[in-house]
């Protein structure tokens, strides 16, 4: 099993940054591609960006791309999420997600490895 854990989530200004970081532990042999989705009540979890087991492969949804940047470090099993010129709309709750297979995905369903969550708040 791989277990994974968020972290750097908290409040910030509308324009401001944050740097959220998940970390991978256990079986980390089978961590393949990796992900941020997030997740506000009542609606469904949106996808945000995945990069490739080797990291040079990314993929950003359209409504964060040019702002956000996904980065990883497999000697450190880590994957981080570099949040830019943020927004109120941006409040959600956001989730690090990986899978075994080396190329990432925009669909949830292709992950079989979950966060328990990190809370962004964006005041504006």
């Known amino acids: 099993q791989v277990q994974l854990a968020e972290s750097g989530g908290g409040l910030v200004q509308a324009g401001g940054s944050l740097r959220l970081s998940c970390a991978a532990s256990?079986?980390?042999?089978?961590?393949?591609?990796m992900a941020w989705f997030r997740q506000a009540p009542g609606k469904e979890r949106e996808f945000l960006a995945t990069?490739?087991?080797?990291?040079?492969?990314?993929t950003y949804a359209d409504s964060v791309k040019g702002r956000f940047s996904i980065s990883r470090d497999n000697a450190r099993n880590t994957v981080s999420l570099q949040m830019s010129r943020l927004e109120a709309e941006d409040t959600d709750v956001y989730y690090c997600?990986?899978?075994?297979?080396?190329?990432?995905?925009?669909?949830?369903?292709?992950?079989?490895?979950w966060g328990q969550g990190t809370q962004v708040t964006v005041s504006s």
């Open positions: 997600a990986a899978r075994n297979l080396n190329s990432g995905s925009s669909s949830q369903n292709d992950y079989s490895y």
């Open positions: 990069i490739t087991r080797s990291g040079f492969g990314t």
């Open positions: 256990g079986r980390t042999f089978n961590v393949g591609a």
